[in-house]
């Protein structure tokens, strides 16, 4: 495990993570859609969740962004993230897994750690995905932080055909290893040095992954990732890995047909 470092100040984010595409790859000619995209997702019967989706021109893939409860769609950190896959040519989908209402409910019952109805919701979107006109053909990636890191990797194993890669950022791993072992898609897990409580739990669930895997501890970095550094160099690390595995169209459809589509 190669030992991570401070590499750069956040001032120069978004200068070096921008220009690791070149434009043959479709992300020199990234425009910024004209009005957000705001989206419900359909995923169980009755059951919407919202989502902010934004698919640049030329997309080879399509990153999912979850926290588990609160709202991700919403969240500054996600939509930094988002910001930055989409200067790199990648879509993002930040999405909620709660409705409106049940992040009300969360005050009268304990719904912030159901991994099985994050899981199955986020499956559920990797489907809709699939379908919609301006993502199917893409591939699709899972970005999961706090109980979202969970919820990736139950999603990954649930449905392990639906996703292409998977980047968890700190958060709660508590994940049998039978399912970690049903994980196919390249994964990588990055926490920090100082995270005391998610480090060795990180640590169990990359042994027993059985998939492409890394794990990366950010020096010095604490659960948010909010010390000098720490946040940009978790955010270069995820689009390196997204670039790396989403960096091509899956061809279950032609381009002719995502274009008719679209």
């Not at 099985?116 to 990797?126: E, I, K, S, W, Y």
């Not at 508590?174 to 196919?184: F, I």
């Amino acid at each position: 495990m190669k030992k991570q470092g401070s590499r750069r100040s956040d001032e120069g984010s978004e200068k070096v993570v921008r220009g690791l595409v070149t434009q043959s790859q479709g992300a020199g000619s990234w425009t910024a859609p004209a009005a957000d995209g705001e989206v419900r997702i359909p995923v169980e019967e009755g059951v919407e969740l919202r989502g902010l989706l934004q698919v640049p021109a030329g997309a080879t893939g399509v990153v999912v962004l979850v926290r588990g409860h609160g709202s991700s769609r919403r969240g500054a950190t996600d939509l930094e993230v988002a910001r930055l896959l989409q200067n790199e040519g990648l879509g993002t989908l930040a999405v909620d897994l709660l409705t409106a209402a049940e992040e009300e409910a969360c005050r009268e019952r304990d719904l912030r750690f159901n991994l099985g109805l994050f899981g199955g919701r986020l499956a559920g979107v990797a489907r809709w995905l699939r379908r919609a006109p301006r993502t199917n053909g893409l591939r699709i990636g899972y970005f999961g932080a706090y109980t979202g890191a969970a919820a990736a990797l139950a999603a990954a194993a649930l449905r392990p055909e639906a996703v292409d890669a998977v980047v968890c950022r700190g958060g709660r791993l508590a994940q049998p290893g039978t399912t970690l072992a049903r994980v196919r898609a390249p994964t990588m897990l990055i926490v920090g040095s100082e995270d005391t409580a998610a480090l060795e739990p990180h640590r169990r669930a990359h042994a027993a992954m059985t998939a492409e895997k890394r794990l990366e501890v950010i020096s010095g970095a604490t659960h948010r990732f909010e010390e000098p550094g720490a946040l940009t160099q978790m955010v270069d690390l995820a689009c390196l890995w997204f670039l790396q595995h989403l960096g091509a169209p899956r061809w279950d459809v032609s381009p002719t047909q995502r274009a008719a589509g679209s």
